[in-house]
């Protein structure tokens, strides 16, 4: 029989006939009756609770009802503490379940009853009622409900002091629980991985703050999940088992402590057989030490050493991760560095492609360690041109970046040489990118023209030697370029024949012939885009050029992917721009006072030079001597602009000995020549100047001055200087060149002099022989230091003349005459072989000297100065790649064939050898070498 039930005081009873709104009255008086009651130590209201607990009330279609019912029950369990107001573990159950429900209001703080879903949170929390579901059966679903609601209920319209509440209420059952069941872990873990961590942040912040305050708590339970997913590989029906991954990064982010025992058995998983599992464990890792410091190792150098893993997804995923570790992790930059040097080289492109660009972008934040910038200044000959262009396009924006700064710094000032080294590559992609990275990065063609002038002042002067003839031939190139698109354009019936010369200036992909034939059917046919073509050629500052190109583009139509004619012009025009300097940026570099730069430019941009303000501002230059000096004459010979108000300058200048003042007045005031000539007559037996004047002058005039000159010649070079009685044969030294004697300056001018006189114009043969015989005599002179300079500039003074095309070289020289010239490649004199082997290649690389004077680098084989060595090899794969290259670009005769094909020089080259003394023995090495031989090294 069931006990009667006891209501409060003042309290009237709770039948199931009442109408709502007369339950809910009762249900409030009870409710407000129990909540200003601290404790009872005697359960008289058991039968109150189970009535409360009964289905009529916990299943009300009534909210109201329900909520009040759920308040009055926890006040009686925070009442009757720490007993339960019953103890049937069904009921029990029921109870507890309906908590669990009854708190997912909390999701509507707005509403009227939010009050009473909050009262309730706390009571439950404060006591932390809960707890009592941890003893009865299947007690953990009701947990795992209650962690639903709750996480659920997590807003950012929640007040925060129901978060904290929350979160006790959680962290108390967490506290108290000795095994929690995997659905109450992957409710709690679900919600710190996406895609929940991104759809719930508040939930999110919720369940950190949860794990945070109860890792202690977890640490059993997660170390239990996890190790039987990553090391004995179950799959249980938990969805965090399938990709545990996420999971690891986000509760080594939140609570590190959990982990600490699971982290180390990834080591074993970057060793497994599977590449995917490799490849995941590997992208976990890498976000691990990019979020903070990890004291794990022998798990970092593991991880290490998948940079070297045989899947090249796997290495391609360490390398990408090594930018980011590189930002989080200064410490472990050493080790990053390493790695991502030898993967420089690594077999596959892409790999090497990914290692450039983490470099990159790692050096973006940061000034560049030397092995970085050497990687990618080695990536920039890459045999690949993926990596080549990847790499320029780095160094040149960290170029850009760096300001004005980088052309004075540290390794910075080393990228415009590396960016012009690629353009010594033999292909159209590498020339293609090199110039748009040169108008770009380098010097910005959008720039105003001083901040040009600047930008291109501070190039120059950065780059090496041969960065700098690379430069020459880029705008050389381009001129040559636009040359021929202008000649194309003008002459429609020629089209067809200079068709092929374009089509060598683009990309083979474009398919240019094709394209270029459509092209010319254009320009036949729509006279405004012909216009458009000559006002780009003609155009005078880059501002004007580019709006040519903008305007020309969009006749051609719009750039998809289909219209090839589109990319075919806009890499053309590309390629014919000059946005390097134009009429504005010229004016702008005499202020930048760099004299070496500004007589290429004019030699290869004439039309940028030929204003009157400029020249204005070269004047001063004009008598600041030196380099200056013969800048300013230089542009204004290339010039060729009637300027008389340099011409006081010039000619003083001229008097003085300036070789470049007397070009420049030949082409300013030829006249003028012939009125100084008298003047320099007179000092050529004693000033080395006038003689040089006097050649200068020669080869300007022949014509003109060739009687007066002859004269000179005979009286002066002849019979002063370089005739007379001669010594025997000068003493064979190794004595290097030191600073000639003025006598031997004299003698030098005067050598000079017989040169120019024999270039000039078709002369008798008898002054060549007066400069073979210095070569016989080794010098000729009694003073030894002046043997060598003298050898040398006779030397040196033949192969200009043997240049020449007055005369025919077979007719020139005599085999012995060949020889002597020829031996100069194994002189005594270090820097003799080492300057007369320069001036044969410059001379053999133009082809302007005959095929048999290549012979002459046969005699080097015997060279024991490495340096020089290797310097005479290089000039010879030159000379050989040179003239490869014109044998297969045209049609050639028989003879000309023969007069250029590398192979026709070796009957030459085994004549010097035969009559070289240094050769003993064909047999054995260089311990067969005797006599002279021993004086080369």
Known sequence: MNDPIVYPPNCQELAEDLSKEELIRRLKAIQSYFQQVDQFTQNKYEALSRHLASEFFLEHPSRDVRMLSACCLADLFRILAPEPPFYDHGLLKQVFSFFARELSGLREPDSAAF???????????VLRTFILCLEIPDGMDVIALLFKNLLEAASERLPEKAKQLSIQLMTG????????TQEVLDLLLSHVIPPLKNQRKEAYRLAVQVIQKSANSLEKPVTDFLHSVLVEGHRSHSELAEDPNPLLFELQTIAPSLLAPVLPQLEFKLKSTDERERKEVCRLLADIFSAEPLDQKPLWLAFLGRFRDRCIDVRKLCVHSAGTIWKAQPHLRADLEAELIARATDPDEGVRVEVVLTVVNSLRRESPSEG??????????????????????????????????????????????LLLHVYYIDSVADHALVEQLLGVHMVPWQSEADERAQALTALWRSLDRRARDAFDDLLRCKQHLREELRQWIAAPSSRGDRMALLARSLESSLRPLPHLRSLGERLTSDSALKRLFSLFLDAPTCSKRADCVRQILQKIGQPTPGNGLYWLTRQLLERASQLLVDRDAALALPSCDEPALLPRLAE??????????????????????????????????????????????????????????????????????????????????????????????????????EVSVRHCITDVVVQRLLGGEWPGVAPITQSSLSSPSPRCHLLLAGIKLLSAWLR????????????????????????????????????????????????????????????????LMADPCLEVRRRFASKLNRQMVSLRLPLPFMSAFALTGVERDRPLRNQIREMLHTNCQRRRELLRQGELTEEKRDAILPLHCFQFAIHLLAHDPALTSVVGGREELGGEGEQRG
């Open 173 to 180: 059952i967490l506290y108290e629980a000795d095994n929690l």
């Open 372 to 417: 970085l910038f050497r990687l990618l200044a080695e990536r920039t000959l890459d045999r690949k041109f993926r990596v080549r262009k990847e790499s320029l396009q780095g160094l040149c924006a960290l170029y850009r970046a760096s300001g004005t700064s980088a052309a004075e710094s540290e390794p910075y000032k080393q990228i415009p040489s």
């Open 604 to 705: 290869l941009e004439p039309d940028a030079f030929q204003q009157e303000a400029l020249l204005e501002a070269l004047l001063p230059w004009l008598d600041m001597g030196g380099a200056h000096s013969e800048a300013a004459l230089r542009v204004l010979r290339i010039a060729a602009m009637p300027f008389e108000r340099a011409l006081p300058a010039v000619k003083k200048l001229a008097l003085e000995g300036s070789k470049w003042a007397v070009r420049t007045l030949a082409t300013l005031a030829p006249t003028e020549l012939a009125h100084l000539l008298p003047e320099w007559e007179s000092r050529a037996a004693t000033k080395p100047d006038a003689l040089g004047a006097i050649a200068a002058a020669i080869l300007e005039q022949p014509a003109e001055l």
């Open 760 to 823: 000039s114009a078709p002369r008798p043969m008898a002054p060549l022989r007066l400069l073979l015989c210095i070569l016989e005599r080794g010098g000729g002179v009694a003073d030894a230091e002046s043997a060598p300079w003298l050898r040398l500039k006779a030397g040196v003074a033949v192969l200009k003349i043997c240049a020449c095309g007055h005369y025919r070289y077979p007719k020139l020289l005599t085999p012995a005459e060949f020889r002597l010239v020829a031996m």
């Open 115 to 125: 009050s009473k879903h909050f009262y309730l949170l706390e009571n439950l929390a």
